[in-house]
């Protein structure tokens, strides 16, 4: 069973720091490019960051270029979203989610597997 748990979210001022984590588990991991998206209230879901399977190469969106990496380690299955200076439009409920191509896409519809989610809330 495919299993994408994100955890790590929570309530910080603007400016602070988070780390999102997201535990992989009933695929293998290694072959799948990985990325974090996150849907505002009345929005659509954007990408924010992938890291493809082949060379490991990152892609980001560029609201949070500059701000947010995207890492993986594959012997624990494991993505994560370390997100500096963040700002009260990084509100969202982030997701991780897998995709059997070997680049990161962007697209949501691209992507084969995804998590429930996890809130973040930057106040100002």
């Known amino acids: 069973q495919v299993q994408l748990v994100e955890s790590g979210g929570g309530l910080v001022q603007a400016g602070g720091s988070l780390k999102l984590a997201c535990a992989a588990s009933?695929?293998?991991?290694?072959?799948?490019?990985l990325g974090w998206f996150r849907q505002a209230p009345g929005k659509e879901r954007e990408f924010v960051a992938g890291?493809?399977?082949?060379?490991?190469?990152?892609e980001y969106a560029d609201s949070v270029k500059g701000r947010f990496t995207i890492s993986s380690a594959n012997a624990k299955n494991t993505v994560y979203l370390q997100m500096n200076s963040l700002k009260p439009e990084d509100t969202a409920v982030y997701y991780c989610?897998?995709?059997?191509?070997?680049?990161?896409?962007?697209?949501?519809?691209?992507?084969?597997?995804w998590g429930q989610g996890t809130q973040v809330i930057v106040s100002s």
């Open positions: 989610a897998a995709d059997r191509a070997g680049w990161a896409r962007r697209g949501a519809r691209d992507y084969d597997y």
């Open positions: 009933g695929f293998t991991f290694s072959t799948y490019s």
């Open positions: 890291i493809s399977w082949i060379g490991g190469t990152t």
